[in-house]
T-cell receptor, first 116, second 115 residues
């Protein structure tokens, strides 16, 4: 089975631009979560999507948004980029079956975003 | 809100020796899950081991085992017979049993294996 894939792997943008990152979960997985990883703040939860609905959201400004498609693929968008948005963005997918709370989350390799 | 604390930014161990990484957490919930994730220099985060809070028995996965002390809110990871491939950042993480997948991570411990 293919793992979680994220595209692109590397991205360079300038302040004020917007960016869209993509995550393809493992086949059959219905939950996709996004995390931001920076040296200063560590790993921070952005949001989780399950069956095309946002199920949980972290403490990020409204410039960060996401969505999930019917095939469970997910995108996250960051508008009006700031220097502080430079980070590794990780997505993770899980079966998230009802009654199976310990379904493992599998992480993708991440997208390295640099904002100049 | 839940918090996870890893007080050891860096640790090192001789190859074949045993090392213990510390993690404490704070929560008002009684049902939750705890995880140790490994992030090698390649950046792919990998699950090492997980523990359900309602289980008293400590989880074990081959050379990896945990010491889960629920009352003390402590969750340490022991790596036995350390190997060069164990070198990585190790993150402790908490997840509520409330039904969503949000993980709260600690700041990580960088483990170096000395040949």
């Amino acid at each position: 089975k293919a793992g979680v894939t994220q595209t692109p792997r590397y991205l360079i943008k300038t302040r004020g631009q917007q960016v869209t990152l993509s995550c393809s979960p493992i086949s059959g997985h219905r939950s996709v979560s996004w995390y931001q990883q920076t040296p200063g703040q560590g790993l921070q939860f952005l949001f989780e999507y399950f069956s095309e609905t946002q199920r949980n959201k972290g403490n990020f400004p409204g410039r960060f948004s996401g969505r999930q498609f019917s095939n469970s693929r997910s995108e996250m968008n960051v508008s009006t980029l700031e220097l502080g948005d430079s980070a590794l963005y990780l997505c993770a997918s899980s079966l998230s079956r009802t009654g199976h709370s310990t379904d493992t989350q599998y992480f993708g390799p991440g997208t390295r975003l640099t904002v100049l | 809100a839940q918090t996870v604390t890893q007080s050891q930014p860096e640790m090192s161990v001789q190859e074949a020796e045993t090392v213990t990484l510390s993690c404490t957490y704070d929560t008002s919930e009684s049902d939750y899950y705890l995880f140790w994730y490994k992030q090698p220099p390649s950046r792919q985060m990998i699950l090492v081991i997980r523990q359900e809070a309602y289980k008293q028995q400590n989880a074990t996965e081959n050379r990896f085992s945990v010491n889960f002390q629920k009352a003390a809110k402590s969750f340490s990871l022991k790596i036995s017979d350390s190997q060069l491939g164990d070198a990585a950042m190790y993150f402790c993480a908490y997840r509520s049993a409330s039904g969503n997948e949000k993980l709260t991570f600690g700041t990580g411990t960088r483990l170096t294996i000395i040949p």
